[in-house]
Structures are given as C-alpha cells and as structure tokens.
C-alpha cells in the first residue's frame, strides 16, 4: 500500500522548469555537451595554478617542441619557447570570461530596450527599433578599429565593443514576444488594477519571457566568444602577453607549416566549446518547448 504522501507525490503535477529540467536530462547529447563545457572551464580556472609554468615564461632552450610526455610540456611549446598548455588555459579563461560579461551585458540590454519597445507600442516602439536597424547599418569591425585607435587594447574595451553590437537580436526577439504578451488577461488585470509600466514590465512581462531568454543566451554566448577570437586574431583584441583562444590561434596560423600543434589545440578548444554552447543551446530548447510535452 502506498503512503498518503507518496499518493501526493505521484499526482502533484509538475511546474515547468521541473518539466523541462527532466527532459533536459533525458538529452544525452545536451548533458555531455554541458558536463564537458564544465570541465573545460574548470581547467582553465584551476588548470593554471597546478601547471609548473607561467604563461608568459619563455624557455629559450626549448622553442617549438612538439607535443611529449617525457617533457614538462605536454602540449608542446610556441616559438618564444612559452608553454602552449598553460597558454591555452589561461587563454580559454579570457575568452570565457569576455563571453560571458559581453553576453550578460547584451542580454540585459536586449531585454530592457526589447520589452519597453513592445509594452508601450506607438511611436516610443518605431523610435526604438528604428535606433535599432541604426545600429544594424554600422560594421562592428570599423568601430573596434577606432576604439582601439583611440583608446587602446584593454580587456574591458573588447567587452564593451562586443556588447554594443549582440545586443539587438535579443531585443528585437524580446520585443516580438512583448507584443504577444500585452494583450494577455493579466496584463489588462494589472493595467486596470493601476499598476505602473514598469512594474508590469518587470514583475509581469520579463519573467514570461525567461524561457526564450535562457535559449537566446546559449546562443548568443558562443558568437561572443566567435566575435572576440576573430577580433584577437584581427590584432584588435587582447593584447600581449595577456592571451585568448584568438591569440593563439594568430599565432599558430603563422607557425602552421612547422609547428602545427600551435594552431590544433586552441582551434580544438574552442571548437569544441562552441559544439558544447551549441547542443546545450539545442537542449534548452527542446526542453522549455511546450510543443515537445
């Protein structure tokens, strides 16, 4: 005989972030893609304390050797003689860190232009989004350039140059599902009850849009990351001896014909972190679908 509060358990129905947390679960690809994501970032954040070489030590004796494990450089070493496994670390921990700063900033600008566009419509809703195909027309590279002309390679202006140019996709999908969202009943209940715009947008609007906002993200993290290797290896990113996955990867395309190691293991680092964000991404989205229930 069951007990009363196992009977309660098996018909208590399940909310849907439970729901969707079980179907997640259920998506092998999405769990492996997540608990390999989890282990490359914590061998960057751990990985480099433990290795016995700085990032930024060059060992003259031993400039480009390959990859060994009868050596202390397991991944081999780059041409100044600097150890490529800790570099790829400590660069894998610059990249993730810029992507996940840039997303969150993007993100939390995409909600707040997306969702006040759609709630108050009109006008304030054309101004907004005609700011927003503004900033479509302009190449994100011209303004990098200037940036750094002006103000020089710092980490915190990569950044920022990624950030002002993710942050319209979010706010024209927010936006869409703003509009659909404001002509709900408790929208009106609030409205009528005279509750404030911004209240609404915030207690009501921005919750509902959770579902869509935490895929977008699995998204948008991996383009930043994209983004700030290319603009590394465009020369316009982190500068040296700081290093990032693009860094790294400029460096191994010079050294490609001779030591390809160089180029193999920071390519395959952030190719498979970008798989990773890309199945989790796939997973999320599948699970916070109500058509899949």
Not at 25 to 53: D, E, Q, Y
Not at 159 to 180: E, K, P, Y
Request: charged content about 15%.
């Amino acid at each position: 005989m069951l007990k009363a509060n196992e009977i309660e358990a098996l018909v208590q129905g399940r909310s849907l972030w439970s729901d969707a947390r079980m179907r997640f679960m259920r998506n092998k690809a999405a769990l492996l893609s997540l608990c390999l994501l989890a282990l490359i970032a914590l061998a960057c954040v751990v990985g480099p304390w433990l290795l016995p070489h700085a990032f930024d030590s060059a060992d003259w004796d031993a400039m480009s050797i390959p990859p060994s494990w009868k050596n202390s450089h397991f991944w081999g070493t780059d041409d100044a003689g600097r150890d490529l496994l800790v570099r790829c670390l400590i660069g894998g921990r610059v990249s993730l860190t810029v992507g996940l700063l840039a997303t969150l900033a993007s993100v939390s600008l995409g909600i707040v232009w997306g969702a006040t566009a759609g709630f108050m419509g009109g006008k304030i809703d054309s101004l907004m989004m005609r700011i927003v195909d503004m900033m479509y027309a302009i190449p994100y590279l011209l303004i990098a350039i200037l940036l750094v002309t002006i103000l020089g390679r710092e980490f915190y202006l990569v950044v920022l140059t990624i950030t002002v140019f993710s942050w319209m996709d979010m706010a024209r999908v927010v936006r869409g599902q703003t509009l659909s969202l404001r002509a709900m009943e408790y929208v009106e209940a609030a409205r009528a009850m005279g509750v404030s715009t911004t209240r609404i947008i915030f207690r009501h609007i921005v919750p509902n849009l959770l579902g869509v906002v935490v895929i977008y993200t699995t998204v948008t993290v991996p383009g930043v990351i994209l983004t700030e290797s290319v603009l590394s290896f465009l020369g316009l990113g982190i500068q040296e001896p700081m290093t990032s996955w693009g860094v790294l990867i400029q460096d191994g395309a010079k050294a490609m014909e001779v030591s390809p190691w160089i180029l193999l293991f920071p390519a395959g680092l952030l190719s498979v972190t970008l798989y990773c964000f890309n199945f989790i991404g796939d997973g999320l989205r599948d699970a916070l679908d109500p058509k899949e229930r």
